[in-house]
């Protein structure tokens, strides 16, 4: 298999669309169209985990953070940076990332955490908006069913738990064929009326093109009416963070030192206890001080995250518990999951290629030590 299958195969379950937009996913470094021997997954891509994939016979890195965020103008070997962009490209090894696209996936990094801590009733804590689009096409009566089928099969009509949903009413359309023209139904140059149906799909904004091109290549047309929207509707499956329930209601300090225990951080940086009794907590692997007042809104008494700052606790204002495990500690079972999301598509797809192509880098890359 090549890079670009393999990362296709990927994205599939986790599509790049949804990545922010101050993020850098994808192939970093690399040939799509080299084929790929053994793949080594890690959270950071550095010059050990470099030298971990050469001795193992990886020549494909799938990291979690970007080793190049930022833009390279030189590239010396000045810093580990561009170290380690000189050693991939001298060892031919391709690096892709993923980052925030798994932070906003339904079944990513966060439900990873909610799961350790065995919560229960997890959804989305800040849900991402404009990522559900609708589609509005006219289309003559005879064809409704092939092309609304087609929509069907590109991944249209998708909503929540449900599929298959569609609106459609019935109507009259008219034309008159140009000189240029070659129409299906009616003749050139001759007014025309035809029984249409107006027919209206949602579908998740990634699957844009797709469905576009599975409806024009169905429509019959050869000048196909149709417009694109955003819906105002927040994507319930799509978005940073989560929130869940712990089965038993836990004090504050049996609360951290499960996290503490789950997580083995050395150390929780906290906000003030409030005497209160936790069982709602929000969660948000990585940098999350953002979510503090999302977490608050969520009415969750705990949320766990990383890289708060002094002040940013104060945000807490006597409302939840604001507890910074480390980001390596929140983050720490992200590359598992990669490994599984790789495993499960890869076998499907080519089963020759099984799970003993895909190793788990036994690099510890978190910079952060205690004394």
Known sequence: MTVKEITQLFEQKVPLHYAESFDNVGLLVGDVNQKVTNILVTLDALEAVIEEAIAKNCNLIVCFHPIVFKGLKKITGKDYVERVVIKAIQHNIAIYAMH???DNHWQGVNKMICDKLQLRNQH???PKKETIKKLTVFVPKASFVNVREALFSAGAGS????ESCSFYNEGVGSYKGGKESNPVLGKKGEYHEENEVHLQV?????L???VISQMLKAHPYEEVAYEVTTLENVNQKIGMGMVGELSETLSETEALALVKKVFKTQGIRHSEFLGIPIQKIAVLGGSGAFAIESAKASGAQLFITSDVKYHEFFQAEKKLVVADIGHYESEQF???L???ILTKKISNF???YNSGNIILSDTNTNPIKYF
Request: glycine share 4%; hydrophobic share 45%; proline share 4%.
């Open 350 to 352: 080519a089963p020759a």
């Open 159 to 162: 909503i929540g738990n449900y």
């Open 334 to 336: 992200t590359k598992n």
């Open 208 to 210: 844009k093109s797709k």
């Open 124 to 126: 989305i804590l800040m």
């Open 202 to 206: 949602t579908f998740a904004s990634h």
């Open 100 to 102: 925030t696209a798994l």
């Open 338 to 340: 990669i490994v599984s």
